[in-house]
């Protein structure tokens, strides 16, 4: 970065540390942090749509939709999030492929699982074995948010189902009452209403959403995790900076970013809380309880 | 080998009981199933004990932190937001680099040594951090239904001339209970699925006496497919959640067992805590 | 019609990808000096330079991925990337599954590193990386076996005593010893594990194979590739 850095052995001090954080690598690290940030602004509108859809099955009229909603939020119960990771990600890579290969190579006549080896044709490949570094770093980063917003739009299911549950059953039939149809009633009334309720629980879930994101790294993204533990482990004299093992120091720094992030959400979520709370009467005074709280 | 045999020999691997050497060909499904399952031991061990614990303490925490003495609350409050704000991944790394710290030789106190490298062995070290963890969660959770206890139930008890340890043993601790119930069994729930994290990044296995998800890696690592050991243990997983609904579903009707029918909460499962 | 065109178009891309193929080399980038992530964020180390040198002689194009040592195999197996050079030793475990180049580092010792020279390797608490040959050869010992996902965190358990040793690739714990300034020691007998370091591909990528044996060949004939263990093991390692 700097021209003084030409040569770290040389520098010793402040000047040795200020190149050192300053290389390529820690650059890196800090870029992770984007990601991180990135990932959670994407992620948390897509979960959503997932649980209102699922939540929306799970009331549906119909018993195999309702019993597709309810199954869907219901795995999340049983297991957990992260042996969900291990194996779903390289199953939705491996679906997506053969999804594709069915389209582009119908006269591919080799079977395609072979033994463990999965094995589509060339275009099949997604992203295409030729393109650049960033477009498989973006499918991988995709295939995460995909997952992510898979497990916590159940989680979201639950918390917009309980909420849909809690909006007073009399204000929907009053609105039957007025000639609402019940597309109108679901639109015009459960919906605005449901917000309320689901909020403290949202909130939750985006707490939980900002503290799951050290199970990144396997996904295959390289988060704020994954370099903090390449960049304190020990380093010998094949680097530039050698350094013994600083571990701690850095999964200290991240504990600190992890704390910044909720205290940050908590503020801020409480705010909203209170704003979409006023007006509402019936849940006015235990919003405002729960504002102090 | 049958699979009888298998059982017999690997059932209990994950204690040290039975075969030293884990299996190493010719993986079967039925090794795959009882190995594993062996693993969910641990799994059940972290989870009960923290949680039996997690209990005591959480109580105590929710009333320092609902205490007016700032000197009660602050550390309360502090303790809380530590736990709750950080992920459980990076409380087990530093809990492990702390442990490890401990000297080896053991700890002079008055002139006797204690032994304290067993401190970082998993099924000390993790449990103390599973525990600290699930009192924080807990205590948010209790800490809640302490602060929504219906103003009527206080007042007919000061009307009974009610005080002191009476009014909160009688009054005041069996409501909070009933209305925690629901989240403190989503909490128990998720604390089990976080038992998974021990080993998986947190404690390194010793003697290859591992929990479900650590022998789900080693069979991955050994027949390099995924798609076969992780759902085992997905399996496992929903049996022992299935299992712990209805148990803490019982314990939920007996706190609400003198209130009308129709007013009985129900046992909703909705992620308010996990981590 | 339509599906003449598109095959025509199809031809043409095979062919083009032919001609300047993609490969993408899997790698750790945790097992300093075989591969690392270096200062500048890039992969380095032994095997970047014999992967890129190797590539070059075959006229492919390369392109460096990192991943967890973990999921190293299925993602392999998956399409994720073409090639696992990442230190991995030949075994016959894992040539039912990979098809191996022949090996680029000749059968190297593993070695036990301790505290202090006379540690009892056969019993005591022996750290090592899961999954490696390493970990099962510590298992079937007799020690008792204390795992850890990477590398790194194997050495700081010896370190800070929770382990009696560590026991790894001998190459991979040379630097760290010589940078201890005598605080680690040798301990009990080298052992000669697997059949050498190899590149694992997936089995149906015959081609690809070949042309990266005819590589590891031509850079064994003309000494080359011993230049090159010379140049990131040291003057020690064992070399063709």
Same mark, same amino acid.
């Given at each position: 970065m700097f021209l003084s850095c030409a040569d770290p052995s040389l520098l010793d001090g402040l000047n040795w540390l200020a190149c050192y954080l300053t290389t390529g690598k820690h650059f890196d690290f800090y870029w992770s942090f984007v990601t991180v940030l990135v990932l959670l602004a994407v992620t948390a509108p897509t979960a959503l749509a997932f649980g209102f859809g699922g939540a929306m099955l799970a009331r549906s009229q119909h018993l195999p939709l309702r019993i597709i909603g309810k199954g869907y939020t219901a795995m999340v119960r049983g297991v957990p999030d992260i042996v969900f990771f291990l194996f779903f990600v390289i199953a939705l890579d491996q679906g997506i492929e053969w999804a594709v290969h069915q389209v582009r190579c119908p006269?591919?006549?080799? *079977?395609?699982?072979?033994g463990l080896e999965f094995r589509v044709c060339p275009q099949a490949k997604v992203p295409n074995n030729s393109a650049a570094q960033v477009w498989h770093s973006l499918y991988g980063f995709a295939l995460a948010v995909v997952t992510f917003a898979l497990v916590f739009g159940a989680f979201a299911a639950n918390v917009i189902y309980g909420a849909m549950q809690a909006v007073p059953h009399t204000q929907l039939e009053t609105a039957e009452a007025y000639g609402m149809s019940p597309r109108q009633v679901f639109h015009r009334v459960l919906v605005p209403q449901m917000w309320v309720f689901a909020l403290p629980g949202l909130s939750n879930l985006w707490l939980i959403l900002i503290k799951a994101t050290p199970l990144l790294f396997l996904l295959g993204v390289q988060d704020i995790v994954y370099w903090a533990r390449e960049l304190g482990g020990m380093k010998t004299g094949a680097f530039d900076y050698p350094h013994p093992d600083w571990r701690l120091y850095y999964f200290l720094f991240l504990l600190v970013f992890y704390l910044c992030m909720t205290k940050l959400s908590e503020v801020y979520l409480n705010r909203l809380q209170n704003h979409l709370s006023r007006g509402q009467a019936t849940a006015a005074g235990e919003a405002q309880r729960k504002g102090i709280a | 080998m049958s699979c009888l045999q298998t059982i017999a020999d690997y059932g209990l691997r994950s204690m040290g009981v039975g075969e030293r050497l884990l299996p190493r060909g010719d993986f079967t499904l039925c090794q795959q199933f009882t190995l594993i399952g062996s693993g969910m031991l641990w799994n059940i061990y972290f989870g009960v004990l923290a949680l039996a614990f997690g209990f005591f303490f959480a109580n105590a925490l929710a009333l320092a932190k609902a205490s007016r003495q700032p000197a009660f609350r602050k550390p309360a409050e502090w303790f809380i937001f530590i736990f709750r704000g950080s992920p459980l991944f990076i409380q087990f790394f530093l809990a492990y680099e702390a442990l490890v710290l401990l000297p080896r030789g053991g700890i002079e106190i008055f002139g006797m040594t204690a032994e304290v490298s067993w401190l970082s062995r998993a099924w000390a070290g993790a449990l103390i951090v599973l525990f600290l963890n699930t009192a924080a969660y807990s205590a948010e959770i209790f800490y809640g239904a302490l602060r929504s206890i219906p103003k009527g139930d206080l007042e007919a008890a000061d009307a009974y001339g009610m005080t002191g340890w009476a009014r909160f043993a009688r009054v005041q601790w069996p409501t909070m209970l009933r209305l925690a119930w629901p989240a403190y069994t989503n909490e128990a729930i998720f604390l089990f699925h976080a038992t998974t994290l021990v080993f998986f990044s947190g404690f390194p296995a010793f003697a290859q006496k591992g929990d479900a998800l650590y022998y789900a890696s080693y069979f991955v690592d050994k027949t390099f497919n995924p798609f076969i050991p992780y759902p085992i243990v997905a399996f496992y997983f929903i049996v022992l959640t299935m299992g712990l609904i209805g148990l803490f579903g019982l314990i939920n009707r007996r706190l609400n067992r003198h209130l009308p029918s129709n007013e009985r909460s129900r046992v909703k499962l909705r992620p308010q805590i996990i981590r | 019609m339509k599906n003449l065109i598109l095959t025509t178009a199809l031809l043409a891309l095979t062919a083009g990808s032919a001609m300047a193929q993609t490969v993408r080399m899997g790698t750790?980038?945790? %097992?300093? *000096? %075989?591969n690392f992530i270096n200062d500048k964020g890039e992969v380095d180390g032994f095997e970047r330079e014999l992967g890129d040198k190797l590539c070059e002689m075959a006229a492919l194009t390369c392109e460096w991925v990192t991943t967890d040592w973990d999921g190293i195999i299925p993602n392999l197996q998956s399409g994720n990337y073409d090639t696992i050079i990442a230190g991995m030793n030949i075994t016959a475990e894992r040539a039912e599954v990979l098809a191996f180049t022949q090996n680029y580092i000749p059968p190297a010792s593993s070695a036990y590193m301790a505290?202090?020279?006379?540690?009892d390797v056969m019993k005591g608490v022996i750290a090592a990386q899961t999954g490696t040959v390493q970990a099962a050869h510590v298992a079937a010992s007799g020690a008792t076996l204390l795992e850890f996902a990477t590398p790194d965190e194997t050495v700081a358990a010896m370190r800070n005593g929770e382990a009696d040793a560590v026991f790894a690739d001998k190459d991979y714990l040379v630097p760290i010893l010589d940078e201890s300034a005598g605080k680690f020691a040798w301990a009990g007998t080298e052992v000669q594990i697997g059949d050498g370091v190899g590149m694992g591909l997936r089995k149906s990528d015959t081609e690809l194979v070949e042309k990266f044996n005819a590589g590891i060949t031509a850079m064994k004939a003309d000494g080359s590739l011993n230049t090159l263990i010379t140049k990131w093991f040291g003057e020690k390692a064992v070399t063709f």
């Open positions: 006269d591919w006549t080799d *079977p395609i699982r072979n | - | 750790e980038g945790a %097992y300093p *000096p %075989y505290l202090d020279a006379g540690t």
